[in-house]
């Protein structure tokens, strides 16, 4: 397996979180789960499989689950025993083989190739993509046997993160798959992936938590916290476990209420409180605060855009009275943050950048307000 030395960060592990090969256990995703154990009791398995949903809601925590149960569990035998077929496996659980389940959590196990962003020597930081480089180690990995004829299992995490080259490389092992190989691809956008990437996998769709079980995994997660704090996590985080843990390390909760506070005083913003914010996330070293508060920005504006279009009353629905005002928040949604995002990237001022996007918003709750 190839991985990052302990001491430094990983790319594919969430802020507040532990890395997803330690959990050993998963709370939802019950449809992927069913669709991949019927698809090993049926002997379809495919080689690659694509598993695709928004940030945080345990797509990694997913992969891994199916990475230990290929790397314990033999495979099916092709031929009928003297007691008929064998009992159809109803569960994902490690099977009988539980040497490599250490070596999973140590980053060892020489069945497991990880790809992900690596560190950049130079710089000092995770690189940006997963290079060519990085998909170019699979030579290696697939260059030595397996000495127990067991399969092998590759983790792309997230695949959205390749740049072309690395796709292009990753397609050409898509299209000729090592034999008893099964790549595990997590992707939050699978739309930026080619097309022909796409096509040589087999989508496990998963969705955002409900209700109760986002609260049965901030319980395990977050026992130390209040039960009226992992609420309020919970509502801001829309089903996404990771999201609610990001919240937590940033005091995301209250930086919410914060944006909440000042959309309810527009239009006419509260200009002060504008300045206060702006602030508070230009310093240096609040690059994650700022990032947070540009995704609590876009799900505030997305609730806006919904109650215009869908109708609701909730305390910001005033400021898009009809499905024309909603479609122009929808748009905002898109435009604002993307703006300040494109501004940070090529290090111009923060506090510049996000009192106007604050500023811009507020007079687009003027012009839908009259009727502009």
Same mark, same amino acid.
């Given at each position: 397996?190839?991985?990052?030395?302990?001491?430094?960060?990983?790319?594919?592990?969430?802020?507040?979180?532990?890395?997803?090969?330690?959990?050993?256990?998963?709370?939802?995703?019950?449809?992927?789960?069913?669709?991949?154990?019927?698809?090993?009791?049926?002997?379809?398995?495919?080689?690659?499989?694509?598993?695709?949903g928004p940030p945080g809601i345990g797509k990694a925590t997913l992969a891994w689950r199916l990475a230990r149960f290929l790397l314990t569990t033999p495979e099916p035998s092709s031929d009928a025993s003297l007691f008929g077929a064998p009992e159809?496996?109803?569960?994902?659980?490690?099977?009988?083989?539980?040497?490599?389940?250490?070596?999973?959590?140590?980053?060892?196990?020489?069945?497991?190739?990880?790809?992900?962003?690596?560190?950049?020597?130079?710089?000092?930081?995770?690189?940006?993509?997963?290079?060519?480089?990085?998909?170019?180690?699979?030579?290696?990995?697939?260059?030595?046997?397996?000495?127990?004829g067991g399969r092998r299992v590759v983790i792309v995490d997230a695949a959205d993160e390749m740049n072309a080259n690395a796709a292009n490389a990753l397609l050409k092992r898509l299209e000729e798959p090592p034999a008893q190989t099964v790549f595990l691809l997590v992707s939050h956008m699978p739309s930026r992936l080619l097309p022909t990437i796409r096509s040589r996998c087999r989508t496990l769709p998963c969705t955002r938590l409900p209700e109760a079980q986002m609260a049965e995994v901030? #319980? !395990?997660?977050?026992?130390?916290?209040?039960?009226?704090?992992? %609420?309020? =996590? &919970?509502?801001?985080? /829309?089903?996404?476990?990771?999201?609610?843990?990001?919240?937590?390390?940033?005091?995301?909760?209250s930086l919410g209420r914060e944006i909440d506070a000042l959309l309810a005083s527009m239009p006419g913003v509260d200009r002060m409180r504008a300045v206060a914010l702006a602030a508070g996330l230009s310093?240096?070293?609040?690059?994650?605060?700022?990032?947070?508060?540009?995704?609590?920005?876009?799900?505030?504006?997305?609730?806006? #855009? !919904?109650?215009?279009?869908?109708?609701?009353?909730?305390?910001? %629905?005033? =400021? &898009?009275?009809?499905? /024309?005002?909603?479609?122009?928040?929808?748009q905002a949604q898109q435009d604002e943050s993307a703006r300040v995002r494109r501004g940070l990237a090529v290090n111009l001022d923060a506090h510049s950048l996000i009192l106007d996007m604050v500023l811009r918003i507020d007079k687009l709750a003027a012009d839908c307000a009259a009727g502009r």
């Open positions: 397996m190839i991985g990052i030395a302990p001491d430094l960060p990983e790319p594919d592990r969430a802020e507040g979180a532990a890395h997803p090969r330690f959990a050993m256990s998963l709370v939802g995703h019950e449809r992927a789960q069913s669709q991949f154990l019927e698809a090993v009791n049926t002997g379809r398995l495919h080689h690659a499989w694509l598993i695709t159809p496996l109803t569960s994902l659980d490690p099977g009988p083989d539980t040497a490599p389940l250490s070596r999973v959590e140590a980053l060892s196990e020489p069945g497991l190739f990880l790809l992900r962003r690596g560190w950049d020597a130079k710089t000092k930081k995770l690189r940006t993509v997963i290079t060519v480089d990085e998909v170019r180690a699979l030579n290696g990995f697939f260059a030595l046997s397996r000495p127990d901030l #319980a !395990r997660l977050l026992p130390d916290t209040p039960a009226d704090e992992r %609420a309020a =996590l &919970a509502q801001l985080a /829309d089903g996404s476990p990771g999201t609610a843990l990001r919240l937590q390390v940033h005091d995301g909760v310093a240096r070293d609040a690059q994650d605060k700022r990032s947070l508060c540009l995704d609590l920005m876009d799900q505030a504006m997305a609730r806006i #855009a !919904r109650a215009g279009v869908l109708g609701g009353d909730g305390p910001l %629905a005033r =400021l &898009a009275p009809d499905p /024309d005002a909603g479609r122009r928040w929808a």
